[in-house]
Nanobody, 115 residues
Framework: QVQLVESGGTLVQPGGSLTLSCVAS????????MKWYRQAPGKLRELVAT???????NYADSVKGRFTISRDNAKNTVYLQMNSLKPEDTAVYYC?????????WGQGTQVTVSS
């Protein structure tokens, strides 16, 4: 099991950039998949990006080319760099750690894209 704490969410203008952080309570070196999800009001939670062991990544089509996920094992931290933000990116963003026998979530951080 791992506790996750997200931070970095705020109000940003369309076209702007933002980096979210997710700090884990223990080493993430051996966690197979670290993920970012988001949930907008009235919508289902959706998978945004995944960072696997070995540096491979995967992205939702809606964020490809704009968002970058990375994991810093030395700092037990996962980042989500978000560029060219759009109003439709407005959501609560959640960090997720998934492995054999566990599926842990953070409390979320609010990102609002608006002028």
């Amino acid at each position: 099991q791992v506790q996750l704490v997200e931070s970095g969410g705020t109000l940003v203008q369309p076209g702007g950039s933002l980096t979210l952080s997710c700090v884990a309570s223990r080493s993430i070196f051996s966690i197979p998949a670290m993920k970012w999800y988001r949930q907008a009001p009235g919508k289902l939670r959706e998978l945004v990006a995944t960072a696997f062991i070995g540096s491979s990544t995967n992205y939702a089509d809606s964020v490809k080319g704009r968002f970058t996920i990375s994991r810093d094992n030395a700092k037990n931290t996962v980042y989500l760099q978000m560029n060219s933000l759009k109003p439709e990116d407005t959501a609560v963003y959640y960090c997720n750690a998934r492995g054999a026998g566990y599926d842990d979530w953070g409390q979320g951080t609010q990102v609002t894209v608006s002028s």
